[in-house]
């Protein structure tokens, strides 16, 4: 069973930046999509970005174009979120999922697609 581990949270100031890592275990050859999914009090849970390892696309909410960077250390079974010029409106939980399929619609990515999530980790920004 494949076990996700969240650091790297944190409270900076607007404009900053932090980095997420995500450490995986228990590698299974069905989870083929990686994604951060964030979640904010009161709101429902949004998909920031993806990496399908398949063909290696890399997707992105709009909300996070520009300012965000997902990647992957295969060697370290490591997935990583860079966030840059953070804003205020960037805090939330921040969940690492792996599922089968990166299922990105108008609204966003689906979350029904992940197989395991992480506990996830909170990031405040002050403004």
């Known amino acids: 069973q494949v076990q996700l581990v969240e650091s790297g949270g944190g409270s900076v100031q607007a404009g900053g930046s932090l980095r997420l890592s995500c450490a995986a275990s228990?590698?299974?050859?069905?989870?083929?999509?990686m994604a951060w999914f964030r979640q904010a009090p009161g709101q429902e849970r949004e998909g920031v970005a993806s990496?399908?390892?398949?063909?290696?696309?890399?997707h992105y909410a709009d909300s996070v174009k520009g300012r965000f960077t997902i990647s992957q250390d295969n060697a370290e079974n490591t997935l990583y979120l860079q966030m840059n010029n953070l804003k205020p409106e960037d805090t939330a939980n921040y969940y690492c999922?792996?599922?089968?399929?990166?299922?990105?619609?108008?609204?966003?990515?689906?979350?029904?697609?992940?197989?395991?999530w992480g506990k996830g980790i909170l990031v405040t920004i002050s403004s």
């Open positions: 228990g590698y299974s050859y069905s989870t083929h999509c």
């Open positions: 990496i399908y390892d398949v063909d290696r696309s890399i």
């Open positions: 999922a792996v599922g089968g399929t990166c299922s990105w619609y108008s609204w966003g990515l689906s979350p029904h697609g992940m197989y395991y």
